[in-house]
């Protein structure tokens, strides 16, 4: 019970009169950088860091913790009004966050979309205050081996798992793939795919693909269809705030699961990107009104914005118990802490309890004071929709050009998002989806280092992918949800014989 | 009338004066962007954050210093960046060894001649770690193992064809031993892939490997370096970086020290040199950075215009021929 006593003195250390205001300031900062696509939150903390310098490092922290919550949440705002995900693990909410926008529904979506998050968040929080130290254990037996094999969970899950049709998804999976081969081969130091143009040194970005294939693709597809942008009729108020609240008790096991799987996800390092898509999938499968995932259901918000956030926080414990940043965000937060005089690491528990628990009791306090601050915008952020589309659209325009000039200053990615978003309007026309198009882009260059490196240490052999318990079962795992469809016909056709 | 436009001038002239700082020379006007060639988070990162930090905090400069990663192509992507900005005063960037490792490699149109100098602000140095569950106390007993095992004991490093190759390259021709090689992207993730026993050892530089090794998980056999590193105070159980052996002492004759230097655009003038020379001056002054230089153990040579210009040319001719040696160079 020790670690209790310690996470109220860091209740007592976040309660601080300053330090409740540097975690408002940190929250709105934050949710400001989320809106913006391409200045997600490791960019922003990056930019913010200097400004904490002269702070105690345990304000600083909770200061730069609360910008990454504040741009979780703010992720989700673009992703459901505009249809742009302004952070990788916002994709999954585009599925049905904007349908419902669509539908005249944007506040249900945002509400419940911040809902989630918290609950993930508030998940993950506990999770860390209990078990901090065995988790810590546990993500070291994570080799190159184990990384392949969540990747191929990841990706398998969503071809099994999905309703287009299996080839459709495999074939833009196959596009994202070779999308994400182009640049530097991390494994034999080559470049690859670039044919002598030094812009491609870099390969695609994750950003400026999404930028363009759903923002752009989404406003060409919009003028086609004659400029109108539905859901202008849409009425906010702390009513509906309350009626989404009322209705959400009802999607409790998705949110367990989701809750699961992103804490999962969040200490292997795999992150949260994959945790939203995989915990989308599942719930469309295993779902009752999963047939109607993707036409603006409710739950197709709760399932990836709960396993993003508790993914995202739970990210935070490799970085703080083994120095591994779980995400860039995580990465700019270590550099913060070496500047701070604090070794991440084994020792950073034992020898500097005060700013470990305040930080985890400020993970709590900053998610509070983040749902607070979202929720009273809510109607501030559905108000946009009411913009006259002839009026929006070159905003987001703008919006998404300078997104896609800031990632890299490169006025080169300002043309590659035009592309992106051509593309992506050619795929809803010939009704290919797009995730599993991303998914690739994001995860595929990770998921071939990690085979590559195990093929290394193995000196060749497959058999490394079934060398354990932990890699074996995630990779049948994997094979499972790649095969289920067949298995289940299979199941349902046994069935019938038999009866 | 006359009398009018005289004191107009008097007094126009006072404050073009006035504007000029006392002491004469170049200051920047707008913003410096620094660029880092390489991820967050890793060492170079960290260096050029802490610089930041370092200049914010003191008041080093009036005009801000902004940290902007382009670590691309291992890195081309940043080297290429300031090439293209030949002229322009509000651009520095920090090298580590890819300044030379990238360009052979990979065959960018890129060369540490196309920048200015400025200066060298540290070396870092390189030590050879192990799983502390394991049995090798010293480095001639874990080469031993790495001969019996005929190469399948693993070496874990940052990237590929870069300075950890390079040097795991150098181990095998001067012992015979064989190695299987597995790139990763950053330091830390190497570190932990040792502590997780998913590699057998690591060339990682002190700063990526602390905190493990005080946490007790690794143990250091040799330090690649002519000299043992200088900081006597103890890390974990009594050990300290000075009690870490040389390698060449353990019948290892390698040294490798990894390049800390900023460079300029192509094209800088001898006063703007001059300036970033006085401020890194005034940076290497602060407790903040001897502070830094502790805790990451670094070798503090400084160096500056045609020392350091010298320097770099021979090291570049030094990575040549290791990385024609080991079949690294870009087939081109």
Redesign the interface.
Known sequence: MEELANLFHGFAVALQPFNIMVMILGIVLGVIIGVLPGLGGANGVAILLPLTFSMPPTSAIIMLSCIYWGALFGGAITSILFNIPGEPWSVATTFDGYPMAQQGKAGEALTAAFTSSFVGALFAVVMITLVAPLVASFALQFGPAEKFAVYFLAFCSFVGLSKEPPFKTIAAMMIGFALAAVGLDSITGQLRLTFGITELLNGFDFLIAVIGLFGIGEILLTMEEGLSFRGGNAKINLRVVLHTWKEMPAYWLTSLRSCLIGCWMGITPAGATPASFMSYGIAKRLSKRGKKFGHGEIEGVVAPETAAHAAGTAALLPMLSLGVPGSPTAAVLLGGLLIWGLQPGPMLFVEQKEFVWGLIASMYLGNLAGLLVVLTCVPVFAAILRIPFSIIAPLILVLCAIGAYSVHSSTFDVVLMLVFGVLGYLFKKCGYPLAPLVLAIVLGDKAEEAFRQSLLGSQGSLAVFFSNGLVGTIMALGLIALFWSVIQEGYNRLRTVTA | MKRFVRVAFAAGLTLAVGAIPAVAGWEPVRPVEFIVPA???GGA??MA??I??IV??HNLMKQPL?????????G??GF?DVKASAGNPHKIIITLSNLFTTPL?????FSWKDLTPVAMLALDEFVLWVNADKPYATAKDYIEAVKQAGG?L?MGGT????EDQIITVAMEKATGAKF??????GG??V???L??N??DSTVNNP?EA???W????VRPLCVFDAKPMGYDEPITEGKAWKDIPTCKSQGLDIEYLMLRGIFMAPRAAKDQVEYYVELFKKVRETPDWQ?FMK?GAFNTTFMTGADYAKWVETEEKRHETLMKEAG?L?SN
């Open positions: 991820g967050t988070g990162d960290q954050r802490t930041q930090g914010t905090k902004v940290v902007i990663n382009k670590s691309g192509g291992a081309g992507e290429l490699a990979t065959g960018i149109p399948t693993k990237g590929s064809k870069q299987t090689y597995i790139p990763y992207k830390g993730e570190a932990v892939q502590v997780g998913h590699v700063i602390v905190a493990q005080r946490g007790g998980k502070e805790t690294f870009a």
